[in-house]
């Protein structure tokens, strides 16, 4: 991701494509859905922890909740992850445009569903565990505080972000010609 100076008002159309196209990469998944799986696989397989759970699962969807009400700016998220100094102010076109598309009821359900999804873990691996008749992989002998389990299931919910946003990032691309034409009835009548 390249270097992007702003001013208020002002984000070209190729950054903020850019922006949204730079979580369209396997690395998200890779590095931050894949090993929290594989955690969830140690912590549930055989039946552990299932009196606690039930606080796991609220934790995806409460987070599914904060982030897909809020939509997706994707210049900001960049800027978050790569210390970068933006000074929009969300008024140019384009933010307008791609900012309306990402509150659409559409992506906020994609959204909530990918972020969402993370609170049925638990529980397919107990029945895959309970299918192959799978013994506990840890033998921590005390269950898990519910506050933890919570906690656990909020950074789940966060790391179940990566193919909500790697799905977003496709429909942006899809619909960027629309966004396009609409920013530019945007910038022409200078009302959002």
């Not at 100094?85 to 008024?91: F, N, V």
């Not at 909020?154 to 899809?174: E, F, K, N, Y």
Request: a positive charge; hydrophobic letters at 50%.
């Amino acid at each position: 991701m390249r270097k992007h100076r702003s001013t208020p008002g002002d984000l070209s159309p190729d950054f903020v494509l850019e922006a949204a196209l730079a979580f369209r990469t396997p690395w998200m998944i890779l590095f931050g859905t894949l090993p929290m799986l594989a955690f969830c696989v140690a912590l549930f397989w055989g039946g552990r922890f299932a009196q606690t759970a039930a606080w796991f699962s609220i934790g995806p969807v409460c987070t599914a909740l904060a982030l897909a009400s809020s939509g997706w700016k994707p210049w900001l998220t960049v800027a978050r992850v790569t210390g970068q100094a933006l000074t929009t102010d969300g008024t140019s076109p384009i933010e307008q445009a791609v900012a309306a598309f990402f509150k659409s009821p559409r992506c906020r359900s994609i959204q909530f569903g990918w972020i969402a999804s993370g609170a049925l873990v638990p529980w397919l691996i107990y029945a895959l565990s309970s299918v192959a008749g799978g013994t506990p992989i840890l033998k921590y002998s005390y269950p898990i505080p519910w506050w933890a389990m919570l906690n656990l299931g909020l950074v789940a919910g966060g790391l179940m972000r990566g193919p909500a946003l790697w799905r977003l990032a496709d429909l942006l691309q899809t619909n960027w010609p629309q966004l396009l034409r609409q920013a530019a009835t945007i910038g022409n009548s200078g009302v959002a």
